[in-house]
């Protein structure tokens, strides 16, 4: 939630403040501002999308800068509450990921000893702090103002006349980049792949001083070294290459993206936590949830391990007695519940392992071990690739506690990954586009599956779905099927495939259209539905993958055929640091 991002060299901070916003605008998107230092502090900031706002800030220019994209939490989307925020006098300039809990009493201090206040945002108290503690030295002034917030943050700050930027993190993401006398900050690394591959990832607590040529990271008050790593993402992946949305390419990147997860493995460290877990936990949230969902039926299935899956947000307050590995599952590594969910879980001596898409992500910071997802770059802001990397690190967790037994079907799976991308769906589109309500039904793996599908539809498309285990459907929403609430049903073979076929025409009776998934050759199945989607006949882990690809497909072409902004959803935003 939020990107930000800071810029400090002898380019014109601008243009890469600007660049780097849009890199990061998957975080947040209603709202953008940047400010820059030169020998005073100049501001733009816009409400609306960084494209349509951007020639605004044009007339800035400045030696140092810092933007940010902005997810409203306190004050609603305008172009007072868009961050950069500023002190009094306009000398000072912060912007913030996160969220200040104790603002309200600090803005009511602060307002009483004089200081005027401009926005509705928890942010601004940041700005007034570092004034009061103020007399030339930011570094000094922002130490000061740390330990009077409480909350979650990652802070820029810049002041007039001073060559540096001040950063801080706690419990949100901030990463800086080192290039060739110039440095950038900002909340992951997407922003910085077109300048340099060395990045430092900050701690919990850290501050940095940063001028151009130096970055100094204090910790307590001392001085820390922090590795410089190298980021293995190249800029390219985060173009758009001629598809009409980064969701599209992202979905036709599926073959390579899961192939990389798989051909990447295992290392010896997870393996041997994977073999000795007698019970598994998978805490996560959205759809990497429905993930965790699948593995539990894979996994329990397939290999009787005992899996509990527990939403990030829930486990929280509700932690469960805790026996075994626990797995946190998150594309971005930055989601605040799983990360809280995680931390419980260290609390209790567990041992943990991270599945994530980001190195250097908080979870592969707070867990034991990580198994890293090599999906690339996703900034749709749907989860697509992501999602069958999290399936390709999953599957191979199953796989390994059967002894290799699923070897030749995962080694195969992107070839039926490449195929099913050529799935023509636009009959069953032009149903959904015309629905308010649709169903998504499975049974086994294919109900989380159905789950996702639902996921993706209402999201992008915002018609409203439900994804539901097939046989509940008779326990109340059958209330709701009418000729016009169609049904995507998931029926392959296996031991469901009778009583599937069972609820599909008790469906049909109550006159819903029916979409089915079927295994392609199946004509007993195609002829008592409304529209039949072949998926290849192949392994059951398979068809997991091309049944959640067809409905990734379903989503996409329904969100274009209503004219949706399919990248960027209303409301939403792809990481969701807070909680
Ligand atoms: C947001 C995203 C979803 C994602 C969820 C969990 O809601 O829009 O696509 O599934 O967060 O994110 P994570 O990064 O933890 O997988």
Redesign the pocket.
Known sequence: MCGIVGYIGRRDATPVLIQGLKRLEYRGYDSFGIATVGSAIGVYKKTGRISEGEAGAADLHGYAGIGHTRWATHGEPSDTNAHPHTDCEKKIAVVHNGIIENYSELKRQLEGRGHIFRSETDTEVIAHLIEEHYDGDLLAAVNATLPLLKGSYAVLAIAENTQRIVAARDASPLVLGVGDAEIFAASDMTPLLEYTERVIFLEDGDVADITPDRFTVYHEGRVVERPVELIDWCVEDTRKGGFAHYMLKEIYEQPQSFYETIRAGIDDRVRQMVMEAGEITLV???????TALAFKYMAESLCSIPVRVEL?SEFKYFTPPLRGLVI????????A??IAALKMAKARNCPTLAI???QGST?TRVADETLLMRAGPEIG???TK??TA?LAALMQIVNLRCEGAFDDALSHAHLAIGDILLQDVHEAVALCSKADHVFFVGRGPFYPVSMEGA?KMK?ISYVHAEGYAAGELKHGPFALLTEETPVVAVCTPGPTYGVMASNIKEMKARKAPIIALGVAGDTELAEIVDIFIPIPNTHLLVQVLTASIVLQLLAYHTACALQRDVDKPRN?????TVE
């Open positions: 996560a949230c959205g759809t990497s949830y429905h990030g946190a599952v998150s594309q971005s590594g930055e989601t519940d799983t994530t898409n980001m979870v802001v749907a989860a992501s999602y999290q996921l999201e939403l935003a792809k990481s969701v």
